[in-house]
């Protein structure tokens, strides 16, 4: 199979999983308890039975369900992502303005994570059976397993409240007015702990996985071959072990991806960071249903296109497979 046939199979694939995801998350909006007319009008109660009914015929919400389920696919499908009457704006608005600090955070952690996951496990394997081989292994073991929150939390109170060294919470220093280099700067700064909290945790679960691949490979007939040649050990680990150890990593990348998004909800939460993730928190505190659909939306695009690119990627990094 070509090249563009295997991108158009899998773009195919990814707009089915995003009407199935569209679909489920219309109905599961719907099955929220209460009158979406009365959340919009907020939780004063003040709000009279005629000004409901405008509302309910505003958004087409007196309206049969599979009429508003019509309509709300083809707004999507125009990416008309609705409208917030919470914050008096389109929802393409409002994710658009957050979505930028939200793939900077998981694209630094995605980077932190699987360059210095790859690194330890790979130290991890040369040095099977040694102790540095064990430190790296339970180091990364405990990271896996501590809650996101507790790591989040600790390393606010000892990297920036205790030590100072980097800044506490926010995308950049208010009332700075930086421009520029410094402004990159400032922000880089205020991104350390959450991108670093955020890609400690797959770090863990990358070290241990090359570990495995590693030292799975090493036993393989063309690593005998390699070494009886008279390869010296830094170039068989470098050429043939690392690189098709690789492999296992960008699979375990791609299924990933979700976790990785539903992660910077929590870390953006934690560090007042201005991404969807934060977003779609206080959506849900304010029932803003139109932004927590469009925040899913968004959420669910960034995770299919991610496993597109991770099918690619490992299609060119191994051209013996091939698509089924």
């Not at 939200?102 to 059976?129: E, P, Q, V």
């Not at 068989?236 to 990933?256: D, Y």
């Amino acid at each position: 199979m070509g090249m563009a046939r295997f991108l158009a199979s899998r773009l195919l694939k990814g707009v089915v999983v995003l009407f199935a995801i569209a679909v489920l998350n219309f109905f599961l909006i719907r099955a929220a308890p209460g009158d979406p007319a009365a959340v919009m009008a907020g939780e004063a109660g003040a709000a009279d039975a005629q000004f409901l009914q405008q509302l309910r015929e505003q958004f087409g919400l007196d309206r049969s369900i599979p009429y508003q389920l019509g309509v709300y696919l083809k707004g999507y499908a125009t990416l008309d992502l609705g409208y917030s009457y919470r914050q008096q704006r389109s929802v393409a608005a409002v994710v658009g303005e957050r979505l930028p600090a939200t793939l900077l955070l998981t694209g630094a952690a995605f980077i932190i994570s699987l360059a210095l996951g790859s690194l330890l496990g790979i130290l991890a394997a040369a040095r099977a059976g040694r102790w540095s081989d064990s430190l790296i292994t339970t180091a990364a073991l405990v990271f896996y397993a501590t809650p996101l929150f507790w790591i989040a939390l600790m390393s606010q109170i000892v990297f920036a409240l205790k030590l100072g060294w980097v800044p506490n919470v926010g995308y950049e220093t208010i009332g700075a007015h930086y421009t520029g280099l410094a402004r990159a700067l400032d922000i880089a700064s205020h991104l350390v702990l959450p991108a670093l909290t955020l890609g400690l945790f797959f770090t863990a679960l990358y070290a241990r996985m090359m570990r495995a691949s590693m030292l799975e490979i090493a036993g393989a007939d063309f690593i005998k071959t390699a070494r009886a040649k008279g390869l010296r050990p830094s170039v068989i680990t470098r050429r043939h072990i690392a690189r098709n150890a690789i492999l296992p990593i960008v699979t375990l990348a791609g299924l990933q991806a979700g976790q990785l998004v539903g992660g910077a909800v929590l870390t953006e939460t934690v560090f007042a960071w201005p991404g969807i993730g934060r977003l779609m928190f206080e959506a849900l505190v304010q029932r803003d249903y139109a932004v927590l659909l469009g925040v899913f939306f968004v959420c669910s695009a960034m995770v299919v296109l991610f496993n597109i690119v991770t099918d690619l990627v490992y299609r060119v990094a191994d051209p013996r497979i091939e698509a089924a």
